[in-house]
């Protein structure tokens, strides 16, 4: 009776699997391939949890590519769906003693950064539209915690923090050859490459993958300057990340990635100063040359920007139109309105109220973070907000007193990268990875080096 049990059930399990790759089929002929697929995929991120973190990091540059290739994830929610893994990667590490003891000794920044998030839940309140403020909160409040918490958990050695920078890299790495090919595939076409003004990663934001590769190029970059590695193995890969930003028409992140490895550079011994002049103007020559010998139509962006604009008419008369000119009417908008009342000035027009200083309701934020912050959540918002970047400083510093190795510097001028890029483009969940790299950052001056081979110092 027992064996009988037994093949029935085998049985049966046997013919569930023909019906659902029947039905399956039936819905798409490939989709027993992607089911299988996506399960092995699934199984893989929770094996390798630091590729998972990087997709959720990266999941707005993640999602509009597999939006071209499989259509599937327009009906499900990518970002939900890593979220949620994120979460269970997260229980399991957390049960971990060493795991414990490492997020304890950073107990305080935590719960710093938990009590923004309640705050920004709380501003929807008194926001003009309750559903927009809850739905930007709720945003935050999914992915941003676990952005944080996810290096804290995964990131127990020097050689875990290393490993996920490189992961980073390496997805940068792949979207930079994703753009080789679709250069090398319009030099073929009819239209060339004079039909398109930037290039992408499929139908991804090109601002989100011009980001990815300043901030690969950054770190790339500050590899070379601080004197650790190879230079040859790296010099490579920075002038490909350098040029594939700059092919994005991206100019905040490019800009971004100037003034951070400069910034890191400057502040560093007196050897490691003129490395960063040396290497500044490599990279200054470079930029010069993929001005001249690019085509056109990839550098139109920069050059508008050079030459100050155009002039148009508009309902307001004749205007000089250009991203700065626009940008400084955002950050107007956003202190005029700051400003309307004491209210604004003290707690802000709520979460997503931004748009209420627009009758056409036709922009979101002042793409400035901490002007956004200062709009919709006031004096006492930014100090909740600044107060755990206090924290982390003051811990950073204590614990590394400036005599950063190389994983710390990787992951310090990608911070800086990242939120110099965030004073001129995006709102608060377009820059949710802000905290990703302050959280490697954090994770990795806790943990005590166990190959010490190749460390340099900046």
């Known amino acids: 009776m027992i064996r009988l049990s037994r093949s029935i059930r085998r049985q049966a399990v046997f013919v569930g699997l023909q019906g659902g790759a029947i039905i399956s089929t039936a819905i798409h002929p490939l989709m027993p391939l992607i089911m299988a697929g996506g399960a092995a995929g699934v199984l893989l991120l929770f094996y390798y949890s630091p590729i998972l973190l990087i997709l959720l990091a990266n999941v707005g540059l993640v999602k509009g590519a597999l939006l071209v290739q499989f259509p599937i994830f327009a009906a499900v929610d990518l970002t939900l769906l890593l979220s949620l893994m994120m979460i269970l990667v997260l229980a399991i590490r957390f049960a971990d003693p060493i795991v414990r003891r490492q997020f304890y000794s950073v107990r305080f920044i935590v719960m710093a950064f938990i009590a923004w998030v309640f705050w920004m839940l709380l501003s929807a309140a008194y926001a003009p539209r309750l559903d927009w403020a809850l739905e930007k909160g709720f945003r935050f409040a999914l992915v941003a915690p676990l952005l944080f918490l996810g290096p804290l958990a995964l990131i127990r050695t020097r050689s875990d923090s290393r490993m996920m920078l490189h992961i980073f890299l390496g997805v940068g790495a792949l979207g930079m050859l994703a753009i080789g090919s679709r250069l090398v595939g319009l030099s073929g076409s009819a239209g060339g490459v004079q039909g398109i003004e930037r290039l992408t990663i499929l139908a991804a934001n090109p601002i989100a993958a011009g980001r990815v590769f300043s901030i690969c190029a950054s770190m790339t970059a500050i590899v070379m300057i601080s004197g650790g590695g190879k230079l040859r193995y790296w010099a490579l890969p920075l002038g ?202 954090l994770a990795t001056v806790n943990v005590e080096s166990q190959t010490r081979i190749g460390d340099e110092h900046v």
């Not at 800009?255 to 960063?276: E, K, P, W, Y």
């Not at 959540?377 to 003051?394: D, M, N, R």
Request: charged letters at 15%.
């Open 240 to 441: 490909l990340f350098l040029v594939a930003a700059l092919f994005t028409g991206s100019r905040g992140p490019v800009l971004s990635f100037i003034l951070a490895t400069a910034l890191m550079g400057s502040l560093a011994s007196r050897t490691t100063r003129r490395r960063t002049l040396y290497w500044g103007l490599l990279i200054t020559t470079l930029v010069m040359l993929v001005m001249v010998f690019s085509p056109e139509a990839l550098t139109s962006r920069f050059q508008f920007y050079l030459q100050g604009g155009e002039i148009a008419q508009t309902r307001q008369g004749l205007v000089l139109l250009n991203t700065v000119v626009q940008r400084i009417y955002l950050w107007e908008k956003a202190l005029t309105l700051w400003t309307q009342n004491i209210q604004h000035l003290l707690v802000g027009v709520g979460t997503a109220g931004y748009i209420a200083a627009f009758t056409w309701r036709d922009v979101e934020y002042p793409h400035n973070l901490p002007l956004e912050i200062l709009t919709e959540h006031g004096l006492l918002g930014l100090s909740v907000f600044g107060f755990h970047f206090l924290l982390i400083a003051k811990h950073v510093y204590r614990k590394s007193r400036l005599r950063m190795k190389r994983e710390e510097s990787m992951w310090l001028v990608g911070a800086l990268t990242m939120f110099l890029a965030t004073l001129v483009s995006g709102d608060l969940n377009d820059n949710r990875m802000l905290w990703f790299f302050l959280a490697g950052l």
